[in-house]
């Protein structure tokens, strides 16, 4: 297990030489026991330190081939002989259970027996999924597209007894070729976030409108109140605005992601229309392009966290004063008249 700022990590390196699954946590919201690492999963107690019950939850990653994935339902049955209580299974399987879990492919009768042999006798079954039904492509084009659902959120009766709201959302794949999958597992809890005021808007013309619009307004009161009471209308009216994509970036991005995913979306209904995989692959580089502009504009703001932190006896002051230790550096002084007088002279 290796610990990486704050978080936690294992993977099955010493498996397979690739290292096929990796796990990462945040050890103050859970303690993680990992009880067996093989090839194709990893299996671990699950205990949330917010007081929720623990569960055991199997990370898998199987093996493309048939004959290798025999190996993949024997070490889940085995778990299932050695254990008591709520299970989760969850990741790539590689494998389907239904005939219509692919498309544009051959499903052949011995290909769904192993899988649906091991969900019976181990008491699993799908939890509730939103979102996508199939979650990879190989991206090709024409008759030789395929889709299929391999990628899956297993339980037993028990787990979906003590998490009854649990849900596994299947999000849009962009320009991957498998969908992520994001399990709730506890409701979301809504969080006002602070107002910052961003340098970058300093850019914008509508930025000067804006404030002698909202500072030109009649406010009564004393005048206090009356400049406390423009700034927070300024506020109001700039984070109006920033909903709206204020910058050309962010409007970029927005609109390239919504027509990615619109196209997308059709595709899943369709996905018999050989139609939309050109509009897909234009989609997909017109975002790419529109993220490279946002990424761009955001580097302009990682110099908010030295602001943040420069000033503090911190790590990352240290850290950025080593750094600049090692770059400011003399290498050799001379006189006007070109004599030298020292070398190699380190600036503290």
Known sequence: MNVCSGWCFTHN?????????IIGWCPNA?????????????????????GAAGFDCTFVYGFNDQQSRSHLWSGLKQIHQGRVGAWLVLGD????????????????????????????????????????????????EGDHRVLSRIDRVLANQMWMDKYDSAEAHILPEGDFDHTPMLVCV??????????????????????????RKEWEMHVSGCVMYRVVQKLRNIKIAIRRMRNKGWTDAEIAVNSARSKM????????????????????????????????????????????KWLKCGDENSKVFYQALKARRRHNR??????MEGNWLTKKIQVE
């Open 261 to 304: 995913v619109a196209v997308q979306n059709a595709m899943h209904e369709n996905p018999r229309d050989i139609s939309y995989c050109n509009a897909e692959k234009e989609a997909q580089a017109t975002y790419k392009q529109a993220q490279k502009m946002l990424n761009s504009m955001l580097q302009q703001q990682a110099k908010l």
């Open 93 to 140: 399987f590689n494998a389907i259970s239904l005939s219509d879990d692919r498309i544009g492919g051959i499903v052949r009768r011995s290909e769904l027996t192993p899988m649906l042999d091991c969900m019976n006798e181990c008491q699993l079954s799908d939890i509730k999924a939103t979102g996508r039904y199939y979650t990879w492509s190989n991206k090709q």
């Open 13 to 21: 390196l010493s498996c397979h030489e690739n290292g096929r699954i």
């Open 186 to 211: 506890y409701p979301d809890v809504s969080l006002k976030k602070p107002f910052r005021f961003y340098n970058y808007w300093c850019h914008y013309d509508e930025l000067l409108v804006i404030v």
């Open 330 to 335: 003399i290498h050799a002084i001379h006189d």
């Open 30 to 50: 859970f303690n993680v026991d990992i009880k067996a690492v093989n090839s194709q999963f990893i299996h671990c107690w699950v205990q949330p330190k917010t």
